[in-house]
């Protein structure tokens, strides 16, 4: 079987499409199906796609990890609009001034804050959050 690079990218194109903007099941489905493909690929033995399927196996391995429980693709921007809406709804956080910056799953939390309990509060908020991995709290009480 010989396949040209376009197919494999429009192949696993096609799986993280399918990972950011689906359901989990038809994220797996694709993820499924995709696999395949790159298995087929390697078989092939075909030295100028190896780079090709490498990389797509890659993609597929990030896109499966990378679905919140809602089928949503979890991206910085992503964390950092649950976070800040999140924010929204806080008595605590009322008159707050907190920017959320997200990298690498990593939030960090700048701005000033009415309290100790609500430092606290919003860096719990921020931990809580689906995606994240770490917060860095640099958030100031006046």
Do not use: H
């Amino acid at each position: 079987m010989n396949m040209s690079p376009w197919v494999v990218l429009a192949t696993f194109g096609g799986a993280v499409i399918a990972g950011s903007a689906c359901t989990q099941k038809i994220a797996d489905d694709a993820t499924a199906s995709i696999a395949t493909t790159v298995d087929a690929l390697k078989a092939d033995g075909d030295r100028a796609l190896d780079a090709a399927v490498e990389g797509a196996a890659v993609v597929i391995d990030e896109t499966q990890e990378a679905v919140s429980a809602t089928g949503e693709a979890i991206t910085d921007g992503w964390i950092t609009t649950r976070v800040s809406a999140t924010f929204l709804g806080e008595t605590l956080l009322k008159g707050s001034d907190i920017n959320v910056d997200t990298a690498n799953r990593v939030v960090t939390l700048t701005g000033t804050v009415g309290s100790d309990a609500a430092r606290a509060r919003a860096a719990t908020i921020a931990g809580a959050t689906e995606g994240v991995t770490r917060v860095v709290n640099e958030l100031i009480v006046t």
